[in-house]
């Protein structure tokens, strides 16, 4: 019974919205560059005018490594975007730091408050939606419409998802994370509040 439940936990973990056009369009952190890449695609698709990132709050800004640069998620997410066509205007930066999927949500929905936006397409994998979902349900309800998308060639398998390495870490993560929300975020705790923060997106200097 174990066993042939866990099709359905990975099938479960999938919760994507049908997308139309909203206001912006947010990058979640991580999962470098394919996140950016379906934002890029969305964004030349026409489902909205800009696209939101969100600001690591440990950022290594010109940190040196034999000679190399490794410069912040949120500027690469940056570069990459530009590569593929959006133009420089279009790319803000959500100003307040994030540590974890809460604080992204908590920054996206300031953000939709500060800009008087109502909507926004949110990116991110595919077993992520499900928590993405449930977090803004549970503590950003009714305070603006979430459109959750998932990387469109994500390789997270959710019928088989304990077959493969990296399939079986993003499930068990998730799943993980599930429990941590149902049981009030003790692990994962926002860095603030949801309620009273503000934060503007800003344009990409």
Same mark, same amino acid.
């Given at each position: ?8 936990? /990975? ?8 997308? *139309? ?33 969100? *600001? ?12 190399? !640069? ?18 420089? /205007?279009?790319? *803000? ?17 300031? +953000?939709?408050?500060?800009? /008087? ?22 503590? *950003?309800? /009714?305070? +603006? ?24 870490? !993003? ?5 993980? +994370?599930m429990l941590d929300l149902w049981a009030g975020l003790p692990v994962h705790k926002p860095l603030q509040p949801s309620a009273g923060d503000t934060t503007t997106p800003t344009?990409?200097?």
């Amino acid at each position: 019974m174990a066993y042939s439940s866990l099709p359905l936990l /990975g099938n479960w973990l999938v919760r994507e919205d049908p997308i *139309h056009r909203a206001d912006a369009i947010a990058v979640l952190s991580g999962s470098f560059p394919q996140r950016a890449e379906e934002a890029a695609e969305l964004y030349r698709s026409g489902y909205a005018p800009e696209i939101w990132l969100t *600001h690591p709050l440990k950022r290594r800004n010109l940190s040196q490594f034999g000679g190399v !640069q490794i410069s912040s998620e949120d500027t690469r997410n940056a570069e990459v975007l530009r590569f593929l066509g959006v133009p420089e /205007g279009a790319i *803000h930066v959500l100003d307040t730091p994030i540590v974890n999927t809460a604080d992204e949500l908590n920054a996206i929905d300031s +953000g939709l408050k500060e800009t /008087g936006n109502s909507s926004v397409i949110i990116v991110t994998n595919k077993a992520h939606t499900r928590r993405v979902a449930s977090l803004w349900d549970k503590y *950003h309800f /009714g305070e +603006g419409e979430v459109l959750v998308h998932a990387v469109s060639d994500d390789q997270f398998a959710p019928s088989r998802w304990w077959k493969s390495r990296s399939s079986r870490a !993003q499930g068990i993560h998730e799943l993980l +994370g599930m429990l941590d929300l149902w049981a009030g975020l003790p692990v994962h705790k926002p860095l603030q509040p949801s309620a009273g923060d503000t934060t503007t997106p800003t344009a990409i200097p």
